[in-house]
């Protein structure tokens, strides 16, 4: 297979300004004739040579240039192109007929049916399983659309923009013309025709103007997609506040289809959404579903400037729209509800999944330098770090200063296709101020480690902070130069309140309690004058940088002291989180010691167990009514394996996970009464109405949070307590929490709990989903074989994404059956990718990409040997596809 490279990008020898596509839709194939007219973008007098970009499995009917048919020898077909030549100087049509197959078509790339409809999906690289063309997004065009269909099987048929003309066609059949007037890369071109039920509401901008929203979806779902109907209506009214930008077509259409590679797709008024993201009832769907759903809805809405008006100029800089709007919906979920908790929760996922991405074989920086797949390089570093640069922009030029970022951005750059470099700028200019050395943070790969030390000068009453960094190689990529990092302090006096802050070669006459240090060299010091008192420093505050910081002298009772007195939520928790951190680290490595005793647990033991101070300083926050509870549920929470296993080299993932098994069982024990409690003052009162705002989902967190850590106790009374509730919940939020706490424990209620489970949904494919994956993630040890059996099940189906995801993807985190020490995890995964790379391409490289396997080095060395073999055995099979070939061959390196 044959890399891209970012420095090998040239415009394109010509340009299309229009394009004239007319789908007619069959059952045994689909017919569809393009007519573009192009421009020439070259230089010089003759015109070269107009590659377009194809796929084998797209059959050429005819081409014709400026009317003519095309003679043999002026173009050439081969499995990835057709090239014209001959052409004539200027402005010239062509016109193209191409044959395809939308109804065997299972990789959900381009035109392919979901449960009878046709729906498209053309980011990154789709367009070209359609019809031949300049399938990269500099070139943009004004589309319009025609698309013809039986009328009985397909009443619904869209496309973007605007309707223009519909109505019926001789023997059953009708067609609708959709024009859009704006410009795009045809990576947001979208079709749609089916059978579909529809949901209608308006918005009125804030100059007037009335939209029409449309949400469609299969009959059965159309009363559940309220909630996602109410979401964007937020996001369209918090963009206008918050960035001043209004919707600019008259029509915004939402399809959910129940098969789909990604969660939602931004295609220009006609986003098209993986079901799960769209529907939600409270009789079906978690809390967290609801804010995914109302998070991705915006997302998507998000698009249609950051994105879709000002879009990327080659796939290079895709974190230009997908880090600023992963940046701006964070922004709107955390104005809609706890913006602290949403903070936890984002860095928590950065911390557990991206540092993990950033530290394996696949590292790579936000604006990649190669790719095989485009579709490999959607990744939690291109959006969620992508997402901390723009945000660390917010952190230093203040929200007003970003502002006039975004407004000059716009400015400058709508209707264009552009570059990361072009964002930079644009911050830069609005604030006159220099960004310039931000562009490390675009080109190096892997997670700063920051070190920090204090010291306090009592005669001088200052406070002298020294901060290093380095970042540690990664994979092609050996030096590294340092890079810009805010990093946000405040001071704590003894009483626990904020010293005023005095930052020398900043005094402004403000004596601010937080202050954003920027630290650009390797190392640097800053001194704080007038400080009254030996402080206890608070750094980093809102995760103003994703590095990893290490705080030189900062010992257990300092953080005790920032778990209960911070003024900053987020390094309150941090505070809390590093406690448990070093706590899990010390029995790790006395847990590893096999001198030490018999077993784990009595290593453990003898190394000292969870100690008291700890124990007490977490009751103070489970007993403090005054917290939210989302953030207690937080704050109690363990540290993720992922976010460990950095630190511990050849680490045994299952030492690991039974180390943490038993913080949890031990906290748990301690905390039993405190435990009971909060679900006593959580729980909710008899015939409660559900409600998803953000006040009623924290008291459920903290009740589930509370019920996990009763059931690991593994006690009977605490077994049938939770299958009562699995019984009498009134909400998914509590049904699947109650079976969630009972997962790990084989028993009565864990079986009854399941199969009544099932009986209740087996209706409801979105429901299932999340049986099958708590069962896949279990971790009873030789639930291998419940795994292998959920493969056979009625409810199980290989070719829908979700269904793959809930399943391969749950089974990678249960720890004790993937890193089984026979290596039979392993295998049963590598056996899954290979079967499922023969349907779907996409999600087979997801399920290598997700797994252990990018991360090989991480491990000991006879897990290692095992992962290796797997490794190899995918990249020995026939016709291994590039996307699975891609990450496989970077994990064995
Ligand atoms: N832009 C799409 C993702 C497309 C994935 C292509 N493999 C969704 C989003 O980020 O909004
Ligand atoms: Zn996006």
Known sequence: PQAVYRKDYKPPPYLIERVHLTFVLNEDSTRVLSRLSFKPNYDGEAPPPLPLDGRKDVKLVAVKVAGEALAADSYELTDKKLTLSGLPKGAFEVEIETEIKPQENTSLEGLYKSSGNFVTQCEAEGFRGITFFL??????????????????????LLSNGNLLDSGDLPDGRHFAVWEDPFPKPCYLFALVAGSLSLKEDTFTTRSGRSITLRIYAEAKDIDKVGHAMRSLQKAMKWDEDVFGLEYDLDLFNIVAVSDFNMGAMENKSLNIFNSRLVIASPATSSDLDFARVEGVVAHEYFHNWTGNRVTCRDWFQLTLKEGLTVFRDQEFSADMNSRAVKRIDDVTRLRTAQFAEDSGAMSHPIRPDKYIKMDNFYTLTVYEKGAEIVRMYNTLLGKEGFRKGMDLYFQRHDGQAVTCDDFRAAMADAKGRDLSAFAAWYGQAGTPQVTVAGEYDAAARTFTLSASQRTPPTPGQSDKAPVPIPIAVGLLGADGQELPLHLKGHENGAAPTTEVLLLEGAQQEFVFTEVSERPVPSLLRGFSAPVKLEVEGQDEEQLR??????????????AGQRLLRSLLMALYAAAADTAKGESVEERVAGAGGVPEALVGALRAVLDDPSLDGAFVAAAISLPSASELIDDIPGVDPVVLHDVRQYVARQLAEQLRPELEAAVKRTDSAPGEAYSPDAASAARRALKNRALYYLGELGDAEVG??????????????DHIAALAALIDHPGAERDTALQEFYEAWKG???????????????????????VKGLLGHPAFALSNPNMCYALFLSFLRSTPNFHAADGSGYAFLADSILQVDKVNRQVAARMTGSSAFTSVRKFDARRQGLMRAQLQRILAQDGLSENVYEIASSSLQ
């Open 561 to 574: 002291f920032l778990l209960a007195h911070d003024s900053d939520p987020f390094c309150r928790w941090e």
């Open 720 to 733: 049938a307590d939770l299958l009562r509730r699995t019984r009498e919940a009134t909400n998914m939020t």
């Open 764 to 786: 409801e494919p979105l429901v299932l989903l999340k049986w099958i994956g708590i069962q896949a993630g279990a971790h009873v040890p030789g639930n291998l074989g419940a």
């Open 135 to 156: 399938d990269r997004p500099d070139v943009m065009a004004k589309y319009t659309t025609r698309v013809e269909a039986a009328k009985e099987p397909y009443p619904v």
